[in-house]
């Protein structure tokens, strides 16, 4: 299960890269959408070749439904985040942000049969509402636009994993992942048509980085769902806060508080009584 929690790290960096571009290059969400799911579809196109792999019965017109809906919500999902994120301070977006393991872990439970391990779904719920707490301030309480997109973002990011699992059997991985980004890339780029030459060089390779970081990222997950369960994979993404916690304090030096102290334990508890009892 090393992978999920490798995962985990990758999705904290990525946010705070995303963020970084975001605010710092003068990119409207619109165009960075464009511009990002371009570089994922570069770094993937050598991953693909290698790893490539569909069975016929993604070509059923059921299946091929379902993975258009995945492109949709991902287009709608994607929006919504960029358009918050691009407001919004990092320390102001987690709290929505991790609401989509709440999200993910309900609807799996709701949906799948195979993913009714009460347990495990019991300890993923717990752990994800003891990290969102965590998170959530006295500021954080006020809804404005920006705090509602990441929620609606956040909700549709959830919609879109968990639809996404009745086809992820019928590709590879790295197949599922480029064919999605590449959907998201051309049918953004036809909306909204923004100009590949107003983007500093610098910008690419840190869209460039940011695009590997979510092709592993999303790799993993996947492998995650095919062989430990949506829920459970969840539940080990939800590890990611704590390590960026765990590094605060040993390289940043940074002083703790009870509350991030108390969530943490109580994650890593979940996490441990999962994998030993579920």
């Known amino acids: 299960m090393i992978l999920p929690i490798i995962g985990s790290a990758l999705e904290a960096i990525g946010t705070i890269l995303e963020k970084n571009v975001l ?7 619109k165009s960075y959408t464009v511009y990002e799911f371009f570089s994922i579809v570069l770094v993937m196109m050598f991953f693909v070749w290698l790893f490539w792999g569909m069975k016929p019965e993604a070509f059923q017109a059921k299946n091929l439904l379902i993975l258009a809906s995945v492109i949709i919500v991902s287009i709608l999902a994607n929006l919504a985040i960029f358009y918050s994120l691009k407001r919004e301070k990092v320390t102001e977006f987690e709290p929505n942000w991790l609401m989509m393991s709440v999200f993910t872990i309900i609807l799996a439970f709701a949906f799948y ?5 009460l347990l495990v779904f019991g300890l993923a719920l717990f752990a994800s509402i003891c990290l969102v707490l965590s ?3 006295k500021h954080h309480l006020v809804l404005d636009k920006y705090v509602i997109m990441a929620v609606i973002g956040s909700f549709l990011f959830a919609c879109e994993l968990v639809l996404s699992k009745i086809i992820l059997p019928y590709y590879s991985p ?6 999605r980004c590449f959907f998201i890339f051309f049918i953004t780029f036809l909306m909204f048509r923004p100009s590949f030459d107003n983007v500093p060089k610098r910008s690419w390779l840190w869209m460039l980085t940011i695009g590997a970081i979510w092709a592993i990222y999303r790799v ?3 492998y995650g769902y095919g062989n430990y369960g949506v829920i459970m994979t969840s539940l080990l993404f939800i590890l990611s806060p704590v390590f960026l916690f765990l590094f605060a304090i040993i390289f940043l030096k940074e002083k703790p508080s009870w509350r991030e102290i108390t969530s943490s334990a109580i994650i890593v508890v979940c996490v441990a009584m999962a994998i030993i009892f579920g």
């Open 113 to 117: 049969p195979s993913e009714r391990n």
């Open 174 to 179: 790295f197949t599922f992942y480029f064919l």
């Open 220 to 222: 993993i997950m996947y």
């Open 135 to 137: 998170h959530v301030k």
């Open 23 to 29: 605010r710092k290059k003068m990119m409207d969400f």
